[in-house]
């Protein structure tokens, strides 16, 4: 899903290609009436379910189980869902899950659920209302159905019977009332494949197909003028270059025993609700009271932690010899991270919730951080910065290099564990790298090496990093 990212396209649409092709085969054998073709699924299967309903209409009947609820009650309760579950820009288009079945009124639809699942069944039963509202204009509230079981989980036998009475009443089959586990099929009887498994059948590798995509659009794009990148990386982040200057606060400072050194702390407001923290690293105790600000200043974005890096990057630290040392940590790292955060690398943390989000909003995380970065550029000149170096390590080296390319007032940018190309992410079969570092449909455009040829004689590079973010030998 990452990798799909950068190609601008969505993992989940990949799955419903896959649930077409599959009812074109179902519906070509003589056996079938395409006239009473209905849909069920569990979880996965729920959302495949889902979406499939809203954009083929040979399917007569739905019965998704155990994933409709809200999008709001997911973000609401920190359950990151599966990348197939988040289609961008859906909530930016002011769309809710219950627009996937109303789209297909008056169709027969059951919801199903569970009353102990951790998909939030308020947000089924919110839903549900919504539906039923829309049937009545139809003068057909009886064609949608709700029910939720005594489970966690699963697809249990109580929502499996109900998903039968509901497909029998529209097909006209009398249910079967028995017990059902004697038309359970061994799992073997039931492979497509000789194994189970289509891989060693002949079928590629998604990130196979992923990687040709990739090196097909990357060889056919028009190459990009210099007039164009800025426009460019403004849609692709979907952000504005900001004018106003942002409100702060002048927090407690710190200072570590044994160091000359005290760590100025100011919480700047970047959007309404939203604040970035700004450090400032100098000899000048008896300035931390205030925001004062040289006309040459070096600002420095972190990988996971200004504080982290401040003390122990070396790229960092060697800043002192200059001058203060400014570090920001922008929405999303150090203090601004959850205190339960996972490490950035798990796959279900909230970098990957708040990336999620930040898709179906339309509202890309790589911009937002951006963002962040502009607005508190602005502060720094209007606090009387005329020279700014810019410096960038890991996650930071992607912001920095971004900012770099929109603000006109970088002087010089340096880039520390930088990846050398996007276009390397989607060759290999996994990115380590977290998830809001991926700015959707990128390569449909450039590429890293095309900003950096922009940028020429400002851009310092040293000791990047492959998708393992690991360092790359001989670079």
């Known amino acids: 899903g990452k990798q799909l990212e950068l190609l601008g396209d969505f993992f989940g649409a990949w799955r419903v290609w896959d649930g077409i092709r599959a009812l074109d085969y179902l519906i070509s054998r003589d056996e079938v009436d395409k006239n009473k073709i209905g849909i ?16 083929d209409n040979r399917l007569k009947m739905a019965a998704p189980s155990c994933f409709v609820t809200t999008f ?26 219950a627009d996937f079945f109303i789209a297909r009124a008056p169709e027969p639809v059951l919801l199903l659920g569970q009353k102990y699942d951790f998909f939030d069944i308020r947000g089924l039963k919110e839903t549900y209302s919504d539906i039923k509202n829309f049937y009545r204009i139809y003068r057909a509230e009886n064609n949608v159905k709700m029910f939720i079981g005594e489970n966690i989980h699963g697809y249990f036998p109580d929502d499996q019977k109900e998903m039968l009475k509901f497909f029998c009443r529209y097909t006209g089959v009398k249910p079967w009332k028995e017990d059902a586990s004697v038309f359970v099929e061994q799992k073997e009887n039931l492979w497509a494949t000789k194994n189970g498994q289509v891989i060693p059948e002949g079928s590629k590798p998604a990130y196979e197909i992923i990687a040709e995509k990739s090196k097909s659009i990357s060889e056919n794009r028009k190459k990009i003028s210099d007039d164009k990148i800025i426009p460019a990386i403004k849609k692709i982040l979907n952000i504005n270059i900001p004018k106003a200057i942002p409100h702060y606060r002048i927090l407690r400072p710190f200072y570590i025993e044994s160091d000359k050194y005290i760590t100025c702390r100011y919480a700047v407001e ?25 006309k040459e200043i070096h600002l420095y974005i972190p990988h996971i932690s200004a504080v982290e890096d401040m003390e122990n990057d070396v790229l960092a630290t060697s800043i002192l010899s200059k ?16 205190k339960d955060a996972e490490d950035f690398s798990n796959p ?39 020279e700014i170096h810019l410096y960038g390590r890991g996650q930071g080296s992607i912001i920095a290099l971004f900012t770099a390319i929109i603000s006109k007032d970088i002087k010089k940018v340096v880039l520390k564990n930088y990846p050398p190309s996007f276009y390397e992410w989607t060759q290999v079969p996994s990115v380590l790298w977290p998830d809001a570092n991926f700015p959707r449909g990128i390569l449909r455009y450039m590429d890293i090496p095309d900003l950096l040829k922009v940028l020429g004689a400002k851009i310092e590079l040293t000791e990047p990093w492959g998708p393992d973010m690991k360092e790359i030998d001989g670079r």
């Open 40 to 55: 069920t699924g569990n979880s996965g299967g729920g959302t495949l379910t889902t979406w499939l309903w809203a954009v």
């Open 72 to 97: 709001l009650a997911n973000l609401e309760n920190e359950l990151p869902s599966d990348n197939e579950q988040c289609p961008p820009g859906i909530i930016g288009a002011g769309l809710e899950q």
């Open 270 to 294: 970047t959007e309404r609700n939203i604040v970035s923290l700004l450090y400032k690293r100098t000899a000048e105790i008896s300035r931390a009271s205030v925001l004062e600000v040289e």
């Open 323 to 338: 001058g203060p040392l400014y570090s920001l940590d922008v929405r999303g790292i150090g203090v601004s991270m959850p």
């Open 348 to 386: 279900y943390g909230f970098d990957y919730m708040l990336k999620s989000y930040g898709i179906m909003l339309g509202k890309p995380y790589p911009g937002q951080r951006v963002y962040d970065v502009l607005m508190v550029l602005n502060l720094l000149k209007q606090k009387g910065a005329r």
